[in-house]
């Protein structure tokens, strides 16, 4: 008896040593305003907890491509994530579910339109910061112990603060424009958000 469990054990499939940490080079895209997709690129460092579970901390950046256009998302965006990403690792894949709320900062999120002595208008960009939730699915291969290949997919929810900006109105009477205060209350957004990376666990 004492020899069959010897040997049983010995013919047990040793587990996973799965490393702690894991930084990773990522290459994302932004979608705003529908349709207006902006490219970005950032990092991302995460914590094993064991094999199914693991907390993010992710960053990304993009310079934008529009620098002034009036009524749109434009300018430089920033992006902080942190949160949890769960599923089923197997020995050259994994399949996981992810939940990272956070925040996007947008360096031309709206702007002034300001009536000049000539007639015409100047445009005054703002900052705004909204809050994120990035849901999705992601899927990692592993070429080796040490390294990781990875794709998300997801949607990242934006939720915009309400604020104020100034835009114009026109006199019906004397078609005459003016400066007028505006506000623009609390809106929520949904994004598609694709990120491409390449990771190294230790």
């Known amino acids: 008896m004492v020899l069959i469990k010897r040997k049983a054990k010995g013919q047990t499939k040793p587990s996973i040593d799965l490393p702690k940490y894991e930084v990773s080079a990522d290459f994302t895209t932004f979608t705003v305003n529908g349709n207006q997709v902006e490219l970005g690129a950032g990092g991302r460092f995460t914590y094993n907890i064991n094999q199914s579970f693991a907390l993010e901390a992710a960053g990304y950046f993009s310079p934008g491509t529009c620098d002034r256009c009036p009524g749109q998302v434009t300018g430089r965006i920033g992006e902080g994530l942190f949160g949890l990403k769960a599923g089923k690792r197997f020995s050259k894949v994994g399949i996981f579910a992810k939940a990272r709320p956070g925040f996007m900062t947008i360096g031309k999120g709206y702007f002034d339109l300001l009536l000049n002595s000539g007639g015409f208008f100047t445009?005054?960009?703002?900052?705004?910061?909204?809050?994120?939730?990035?849901?999705?699915?992601?899927?990692?291969?592993?070429?080796?112990?040490?390294?990781?290949?990875?794709?998300?997919?997801?949607?990242?929810?934006?939720?915009?603060?309400?604020?104020s900006f100034i835009g114009f109105s026109v006199d019906p009477v004397t078609f005459a424009l003016t400066s007028a205060q505006r506000t623009q209350p609390a809106f929520t957004t949904h994004n598609t958000q694709f990120i491409v990376g390449v990771g190294f666990r230790f």
Request: glycine share 8%; charged share 20%.
């Open 123 to 163: 445009t005054v960009p703002h900052r705004i910061t909204p809050l994120a939730l990035d849901l999705g699915g992601v899927f990692e291969f592993y070429p080796s112990k040490k390294v990781v290949l990875r794709v998300d997919y997801g949607d990242t929810i934006l939720r915009y603060p309400q604020h």
